[in-house]
């Protein structure tokens, strides 16, 4: 059923993925995050957009960063950003693509803020890193993800250790080839733990990101067994995604930032959330073929 996602009209998509946006715009993005950081969590903010067409929207993606920025600081909150390099141009003019991230890390490192560059899917593998290695020779403000089914991460891991990467360790969300990234879920369990006792052994500070209990677990054993400070580590969810895990670690007086996607081009990372909950995807779809229509108000929930 999930498969015939593509399909379904995008404002049934819209109704059923809300929860996993905060809004329309960077106003609603605000207020997402005020209510976060009132209850001990941080915030990544996501200006949602990937894969332009035209050097002109890479310079709008850059724009829209740099007034989050500056709303971030205006009003006190307690996050960062998190950006993907395709938006800003990396499939269309490496050179813009370095040229804009360059700038807009070096305005968030004047106000202190840390950058994100998250990790798309495998033909822009090399290149993001390639960007984050550039970046890191004039700033130490910014941080890379890497993805626990990639086959080659855990030599990503060990070529970037000299420089002491902030990373972001995930389980990987694009549709990847078997060549290139494990399919069998228990072999991806074990080499994102394994890539977090890697990096968090060597010093460096890890983003666990995941809504797997298991992975949880396995994050605090390692966390526990090396003695670790909370400032060394942090949990990393999505918003909309299990609440309840969410409050659980920070009961447990643990570091936690929730991803917050806000803006007009809310639908790619939409599809890609529902795809992730079969429950929801399977209503979305039993909402059209079963007849109740897309203007039926009272669809299955
Ligand atoms: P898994 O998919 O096994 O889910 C664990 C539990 O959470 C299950 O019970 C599942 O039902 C529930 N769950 C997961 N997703 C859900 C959803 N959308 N709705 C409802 N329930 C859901 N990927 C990437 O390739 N590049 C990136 O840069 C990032 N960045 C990133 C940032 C942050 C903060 C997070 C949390 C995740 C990412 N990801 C990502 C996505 C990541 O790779 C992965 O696809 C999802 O986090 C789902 O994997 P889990 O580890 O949660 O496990």
Not at 115 to 125: A, F, I, K, Y
Not at 175 to 190: G, H, L, S
Not at 203 to 208: A, N, P, T
Request: proline fraction near 4%; hydrophobic fraction near 45%.
């Amino acid at each position: 059923m999930v498969g015939l996602l593509p399909f379904v009209p995008k404002p049934i998509v819209h109704q059923f993925s809300r929860r996993y946006i905060a809004g329309d715009d960077l106003a609603a993005a605000v207020a997402t995050v005020r209510e976060f950081n009132a209850r001990k969590m941080m915030a990544t903010l996501d200006v949602l957009g990937e894969f332009i067409t035209r050097p002109d929207e890479a310079e709008a993606t850059a724009r829209a960063y740099h007034e989050a920025v500056t709303a971030i600081r205006a009003n006190g909150l307690d996050s960062n950003i998190s950006i993907k390099l395709t938006s800003f141009g990396l499939l269309l003019d490496k050179e813009l693509c370095f040229r804009l991230v360059d700038g807009l890390v070096a305005a968030a490192g004047a106000v202190d803020m840390f950058v994100r560059l998250d990790m798309e899917d495998s033909p822009c593998t090399t290149d993001t890193l390639n960007v984050y290695r550039r970046l890191r020779e004039r700033h130490q403000n910014v941080g890379i993800v890497l993805q626990a089914y990639m086959r080659r991460s855990m030599d990503d891991i060990r070529a970037l250790l000299p420089l002491k990467p902030n990373v972001r360790v995930c389980k990987g969300i694009y549709v990847e080839p078997r060549a290139v990234a494990y399919k069998d879920p228990f072999t991806i369990n074990q080499n994102f733990a394994l890539m977090v006792e890697t990096l968090l052994s060597n010093g460096c500070y890890v983003g666990i990101a995941t809504h797997d209990e298991k992975l949880v677990w396995e994050g605090l054993r390692t966390v526990g067994r090396l003695g670790l400070p909370r400032e060394a580590y942090e949990f990393q969810m999505l918003l909309g995604v299990d609440e309840e895990l969410r409050q659980i670690i920070v009961d447990g007086g643990h570091r936690l930032r929730v991803y917050v996607p806000f803006g007009a081009r809310w639908y790619a990372y939409s599809v890609r959330r529902l795809k992730e909950n079969p429950a929801i995807a399977g209503h979305v779809i039993k909402r059209i073929l079963g007849g109740g229509g897309a203007s039926n108000g009272n669809g299955a929930r």
